[in-house]
């Protein structure tokens, strides 16, 4: 057995990194003509479909693409017929990648019990997640919905805003960015906005308080196994086979054993804090706190895996997705002084600390999250497997256990839907002026816009979100100016494994805004 793995350890690494570069080169001297006819052109380059090969698909055409694979796919989306592109995975497997806003409803919402997580996702989470809802298909998952929806209620939310993120806010974040102005120091933004996040997730889910933005703290042990577990599960789906990292996991290798190391450490230390919790809630009867997990204890549900698995989801589904979104919103802030100063009238309007029903009430500011993340979401894609075999409504068949992912990167930047000024950050786009003079919100559906997916598996914290980044949004810019360094017409590179970053961080100065204006 272990001959065996070392084997398919030697050959299939073999195959794909030996043996493939060399058919690569020898296509490209042989076959330019191997690409297919050009379909558009912009000022800069031809976009063209990839050639599709026996055995190997259009592997070397994502390869070669490097960590553009996310722009690659969503240019191939914007230039397929009905928005909708086939790529041809090694071994015959394919995926289909779409940004119709008709196949979104369809997969979403329509056929939503035919297009599922799947076992594929699934099996390549497991390890972390467990089964927790954001890894869980049909009754585990219904279940955990229905208990999970009850927390998001607006006492929970009030409480959140006013509590949990004000205290981070002035305890910490303004300390730090005061020091940072202080000494003209630069800073990692992004670094310091999923702290933040990190910090805050943290406390609703678990009443726990990593103190991972605390200045100067070492990192806790804790987010650094879950920074490493969630980095290293999400890399699994990269391999050009799932055979790979199950080998690797099996012999307890490389990348694989540093994933062991990493969850055992999140789960003990998770379990931890369940019983502590549990101890608790014996000797206190009932809990004061607003967490989740006291939440779930109290109301009769006490399995220690089946908590523990429940707040690791909350934990990755509230980590790096904010932080993601606020990291691109400061970015697009900073090229947009005009959308600024509008942000900034609106924070002005509201008292220095603003209770709940004025962050609700932040309209151009909930428009300009939304118009940022229209750009650079947070999630760029989402796949789903198909159950059994059927046909899109862009007329693409699928068959059973394939892949179908929404691309929505691409759907933010589609002309069809968004018009000619796509490229622009406009929160108008999103806002009427009312008769006095105030703005007025005007969503689009969650078809078109699949930031926070659609259909009941809708992201359950969309409004937790809302609230955090624009309360967020209202301590920093009240007082401060954040000043990105990145050279002249340099363009942050956008890349993702769950979630979206900023490749190499976000370096920014910190002004007082005192001084600045
Ligand atoms: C800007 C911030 C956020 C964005 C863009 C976002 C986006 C998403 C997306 C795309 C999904 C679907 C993922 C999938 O099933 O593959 C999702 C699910 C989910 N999100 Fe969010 N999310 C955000 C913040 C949050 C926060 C702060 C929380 C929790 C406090 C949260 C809780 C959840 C949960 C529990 C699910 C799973 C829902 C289910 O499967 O039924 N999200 N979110």
């Known amino acids: 057995m272990i001959a065996m793995f070392l084997n398919l350890q ?6 794909f990194f030996f043996i493939l570069p060399v058919l690569f080169f020898f296509f490209l001297g042989h076959s330019s003509a191997g690409l297919k006819k050009k379909k558009e052109t912009d000022s800069r380059r031809t976009i063209t479909l990839p050639k599709t090969y026996p055995l190997i698909g259009s592997y070397l055409a994502i390869q070669a ?11 191939m989306v914007k230039i397929s017929s009905g928005a909708t592109f086939t790529f041809h995975r090694p071994l015959g497997r394919s995926h289909v990648f779409t940004g119709n806003p008709a196949t979104v409803e369809y997969i979403l919402k329509t ?7 799947g076992r594929t996702a699934i099996n390549i989470l497991s390890d972390f997640l467990g089964t927790g809802i954001f890894n869980a298909d049909g009754n585990t998952w ?21 509590h949990v993120v004000d205290a981070e806010l002035s305890n910490r974040l303004v300390p730090i960015l005061a020091l940072a102005a202080a000494q003209g120091k630069t800073l990692d933004f992004q670094d310091i906005l999923q702290r933040f996040a990190f910090d805050n997730i943290c406390k609703i889910a678990f009443g726990f308080d990593p103190e991972y933005l605390k200045p100067s703290a070492e990192r806790s042990k804790f987010a650094k196994a879950f920074e490493e577990a969630t980095e290293i ?35 003990e230390f998770a379990k931890h804090i369940v019983r502590e919790k549990k101890k608790e809630l014996k000797e206190k009867e009932s809990l004061e706190s607003v967490d989740m997990l006291s939440r779930f204890l109290s109301s009769g549900h006490s399995d220690e895996d089946f908590v523990t698995d429940i707040v690791i989801s909350f934990i990755l589904a509230g980590k790096d997705t904010t932080s993601a979104a606020l990291t691109w919103f400061f970015w697009l802030l900073s090229k947009n002084p005009r959308v600024e100063k509008e942000v900034l009238k609106e924070i002005m309007e509201k008292s220095e600390a603003p209770v709940y029903d004025e962050v609700k009430d932040m309209v151009y500011t909930h428009a300009a999250l939304c118009e940022s993340m229209r750009l650079y979401p947070p999630v760029p894609l989402d796949t789903k497997e198909t159950m059994n075999d059927d046909v899109l409504p862009s007329g693409t068949v699928v068959k059973k256990g394939m892949f179908v992912t929404y691309h929505v990167y691409a759907m933010g930047r589609m002309e069809s839907i968004w018009g000619e000024d796509w490229a622009e950050f406009k929160p108008e786009r999103w806002l009427e002026k009312l008769q006095t003079g105030k703005w ?11 930031v926070f997916q659609a259909g009941p598996r809708i992201c359950l914290g969309k409004e937790m979100a809302f609230m955090q980044m624009k309360r967020l949004v209202a301590g920093i810019l009240r007082r401060f100016t ?36």
């Open 142 to 162: 219904k279940f955990q919905r229905q208990v999970a929806s009850h927390e998001f209620n607006t006492k929970s939310l009030r409480k959140f805003v006013e």
């Open 482 to 517: 954040v000043v990105p360094t990145v050279a002249k017409g340099v363009e942050p590179h956008y890349f993702a494994f769950l979630t979206s970053q900023m490749e190499g961080g976000f370096p920014v100065k910190i002004l007082e805004r005192v001084h600045s204006d």
């Open 10 to 15: 030697v050959l299939v690494p073999l195959f």
């Open 440 to 450: 007025n919100f005007v969503g689009r559906d969650s078809f078109t816009y699949p």
């Open 65 to 75: 693409v490097g960590n553009r694979r996310i722009q690659w796919l969503s240019d």
């Open 233 to 267: 599960s999400s890399k699994r789906f990269r391999e050009p086979l799932p055979l790979i990292w199950k080998v690797k996991r099996a012999l307890n290798i490389g990348s694989e054993k540093k994933l062991r190391i990493a969850v055992k450490e999140v789960l």
């Open 111 to 117: 056929r939503f019990s035919n297009y599922q997580k």
